[in-house]
């Protein structure tokens, strides 16, 4: 077991969920992720970094990794908002609401986030 300590100082291994391998993730091809009971999540890779939000656009019912990344850019598909990966904020019109995003941890080849049913966060 591998015990992190995040950023925003919570344990890494506090519900922490695998999600998919880190080897799937390539830059501008984000992952679909679906957990069961857990909402649809989109994984994305950014230079060395990875990163999760909810996979659905917030402005109406569209999966962002339908869409295009340019970056750490994310771009719906069906009316053309965009989002920052990294923030979740909303950084193109039609899109106002952010998205949520998620604790990421990598470990052992997996990309896993913390408490991804959660709405505390
Ligand atoms: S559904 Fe995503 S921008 Fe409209």
Not at 12 to 31: I, M, S, W
Not at 90 to 95: E, H, L, N, S, V
Not at 104 to 112: E, H, K, L, P
Request: proline letters at 6%; hydrophobic letters at 35%; aromatic letters at 8%.
């Amino acid at each position: 077991m591998v015990h992190n300590t995040l950023p925003n100082g919570k344990s890494a291994t506090a519900n922490r969920t695998r999600l998919c391998k880190v080897d799937d993730v390539v830059e501008g091809n984000p992952v679909a992720v679906n957990v069961p009971g857990v909402q649809p999540l989109a994984a994305y890779r950014v230079g060395d970094e990875y990163f999760v939000t909810d996979n659905v656009c917030t402005h109406a019912y569209s999966l962002l990794t339908d869409g295009f990344q340019d970056g750490e850019m994310i771009e719906c598909e069906v009316h053309g908002g965009t989002f920052d990966i990294r923030t979740g904020s909303a950084t193109g019109f039609p899109c106002r609401t952010p998205l949520k995003t998620f604790d990421v941890v990598v470990a052992d080849g997996w990309i896993s986030v913390i408490s991804p049913d959660s709405d505390d966060q």
